[in-house]
């Protein structure tokens, strides 16, 4: 597995210029070695890419069409999102999922558009409460691995998934993180038996109310790449504290030190 651990922030539909500028201070003073990302809303991202050029943090969107053009209003494709200079597109998050009716077959879709123009996908998986409740974790993930295999191939191993329990998400109770270590094991068996994916192939991140009390216990496991943050990533503050620790866990598993 890579030693470098990734942070992604997802703004959802948050978010303003002068936020970014605070950002783009702070991010002057940021670790080395350890990358991040802010997914910001399309509005944002050409102040994103004016403001974050100089600066270790990179920009990305929280969401890209299943299509390249065409008749498709409102809908925004991964090579337009790619002109602006974006390096991370989010799909098939739960709020996507359960709000606008995505599909595992469509998410796939997206994930195949973004790596076609170059970004790098963070495919978004997780169970609800009632998969969880009835201890189909395991099936519900198998479900949405299965289709994102069938659809990229060995592409698959081009992608960043993050794994979300979608019961978590907001309620500012992370998963346990033993059970995250776990959990992530289970998604990199499966990728091994239905893609022929080694171990380590695929960074899993996690997402579900990472902020800067936990993230240090979350990073620390051997199963977890990195974290995929919600409302704590709208404070400059909170995320950069989110990025030491990941720069730190980083550099703990290289060898190179505290």
């Known amino acids: 597995m890579n030693p470098r651990k990734l942070v992604i922030g997802n703004w ?3 978010g303003s210029v002068p936020r970014l ?3 783009a201070a702070l991010a002057a003073a940021a670790p080395g070695g350890c990358p991040a990302a802010l997914c910001v809303p399309y509005p944002l991202l050409p102040a994103a890419q004016t403001l974050l050029a100089a600066t270790p943090l990179l920009w990305g969107a929280q969401d890209c069409s299943a299509e390249d053009e065409g008749a498709h209003t409102g809908e925004v494709s991964a090579r337009m999102l790619a002109e602006l200079g974006v390096r991370y597109v989010i799909v098939g998050q739960s709020e996507r999922r ?3 009716g995505e599909t595992d077959g469509q998410v796939a879709l997206k994930a195949r558009r973004a790596l076609a123009a170059g970004l790098t996908p963070v495919v978004c998986i997780g169970e ?4 969880r409740d009835a201890e189909q974790t395991a099936l519900a993930l198998r479900r949405q691995l299965l289709q994102l295999a069938r659809t ?3 592409e698959l191993g081009a992608v960043v998934l993050a794994y979300e329990p979608v019961w978590a998400i907001g309620s500012g109770q992370a998963l346990a993180p033993g059970l995250i270590d776990d959990t992530h094991a289970v998604i990199a068996e499966l990728l091994a038996f239905h893609a022929g994916l080694p171990a380590g192939t695929v960074p899993i991140l996690y997402g579900g109310s990472v902020n800067a009390r936990n993230a240090q216990a979350i990073l620390g496991r051997q199963q ?4 995929l943050v919600g409302g704590a990533s709208l404070e400059a503050a909170d995320f950069m504290a989110i990025w030491q620790a ?4 980083g ?3 290289s060898g190179i030190g505290a």
């Open 21 to 23: 500028r605070s950002f």
């Open 128 to 131: 609800s409460a009632e998969e």
């Open 12 to 14: 959802k539909m948050n």
């Open 224 to 227: 977890v790449a990195g974290v």
């Open 251 to 253: 550099r703990e598993v």
């Open 152 to 154: 990229l191939g060995r």
């Open 98 to 100: 359960a709000a606008h």
């Open 246 to 249: 990941a720069a730190h866990q």
